[in-house]
Structures are given as C-alpha cells and as structure tokens.
T-cell receptor, first 113, second 113 residues
Framework: SQTIHQWPATLVQPVGSPLSLECTVEGTSNPNLYWYRQAAGRGLQLLFYSVGIGQISSEVPQNLSASRPQDRQFILSSKKLLLSDSGFYLC????????????FGNGTRLTVT | QKEVEQNSGPLSVPEGAIASLNCTYSDRGSQSFFWYRQYSGKSPELIMFIYSNGDKEDGRFTAQLNKASQYVSLLIRDSQPSDSATYLCAVDEATDSWGKFQFGAGTQVVVTP
C-alpha cells in the first residue's frame, strides 16, 4: 500500500531564516505531488504541483520554492521566511488524472516568529 | 475564477441525527468530487468520492451529486460526537489532463450529545 511521509511535524523559525520541508511517497511510481498551505481557519491553498522529476508548477507567487529531485520526493524551501509564511503545510499525492483522489501527509505546523 | 463554495457553519447536529452538508462548484466540466474530513490540527482524510449523478453510500455516509445543478452534498446518518470535524469538498479542475483540485473552505460540524 502507498504511504506518504512528511517531516518535521512542527517547526518554529525566526523571520529571515531558511526553510526546508520534505515529503516522500512510498509504494507507487510517478505520482503527482502537491504542496498545500492552510492558514488558521482557512481553506487549502495550492502552492506547487509536480507531474514528474524536475517539473514544478507554481500556483501563487510566493516567498517559497519547490523541487522534486527524485520521483517520490518533494521539497518545499524558502531562503528567507516571512511572518506570513506561518501555517499548516500539507504534502499530497495522487495518480494520473483528476479521477484519483488526493492523499495527504500528516502536515507540518510552521510558526514564523 | 473556479470556485467551490461551502457554508462555513458551524453546523450543530444532535447525536443520532442526520448531518447534511452542501457544496456548489463553478466549473461545469468537473467530473470528480471528493469529501474530506479534517479534525482540528490534523490533515484531511478522504471519506467519500463520487463521479456519477445520483447517490453513493458508504456506511453512515452518503454522497449525492447533481451535475446539472452543480452541487454535491454529503449526508452523515446517526451522527456521533466523533463526527465533529471540518468537512472539505474538493472538485477536480476539468481543463487539465492531470489531477488538479479546488477545495472549499470547509463546513464545521459539531455533534452534540
């Protein structure tokens, strides 16, 4: 069966510091991978998605970037965090087209101080 | 702008009663519809998906889809306190050949003993 691992679970970082969040998927090949952010009391905002190694699409201009160095690895980064980057970051995967549902990792709670 | 709309709630439901949640979407070409449950501080978990007009039942949950009216609903029968959560509606974006989804902001359900 497929599993998705996301770490760390919680993170407190000062403004201006770098960020690296990692996500890996097991048990499947060539998944579509996603990074979402959920601000407190808000809906899910799609940040990045990837349909293959090295293929990254950005949905919203951000202080963030994403990379996919391996088929089942997705990384979210920032060079300098802003207060507004605080939130709940969720990695997700699916297979193929929109007929397959998204499956989420456990998320990372990021607080920028 | 493609949109998915949900009432934010909270929807207060007595224990044992039926909870009825609604979701409307703007993209007439959407084909796949998903309901997620999200407990406070946790990541969303998939509870139902539906692709065809009509009803789909899974245990105490029933999803209903009406593509002509562009709405999808979720019924929770015999509501339990453990059903207290935020329920997210997700819809695929029909214009892409791969999986891309729009999420509603969610409906908070509170089941009262």
């Amino acid at each position: 069966s497929q599993t998705i691992h996301q770490w760390p679970a919680t993170l407190v970082q000062p403004v201006g510091s770098p960020l690296s969040l990692e996500c890996t998927v097991e048990g499947t090949s060539n998944p579509n991978l996603y990074w979402y952010r959920q601000a407190a009391g808000r809906g899910l905002q799609l940040l990045f998605y990837s349909v293959g190694i090295g293929q990254i699409s950005s949905e919203v201009p951000q202080n963030l970037s994403a990379s996919r160095p391996q088929d089942r690895q997705f990384i979210l980064s920032s060079k300098k965090l802003l207060l507004s980057d605080s939130g709940f970051y969720l990695c997700a995967w699916t297979i193929g087209t929109g007929a397959s549902p998204l499956h989420f990792g456990n998320g990372t709670r990021l607080t920028v101080t | 702008q493609k949109e998915v709309e949900q009432n934010s709630g909270p929807l207060s439901v007595p224990e044992g009663a039926i909870a009825s949640l609604n979701c409307t979407y703007s993209d007439r070409g959407s084909q796949s519809f998903f309901w997620y449950r999200q407990y406070s501080g946790k990541s969303p978990e998939l509870i139902m998906f539906i692709y065809s007009n009509g009803d789909k039942e899974d245990g105490r949950f029933t999803a209903q889809l009406n593509k002509a009216s562009q709405y999808v609903s979720l019924l929770i029968r015999d509501s339990q306190p453990s059903d207290s959560a935020t329920y997210l509606c997700a819809v695929d974006e029909a214009t892409d050949s791969w999986g891309k989804f729009q999420f509603g902001a969610g409906t908070q359900v509170v089941v009262t003993p």
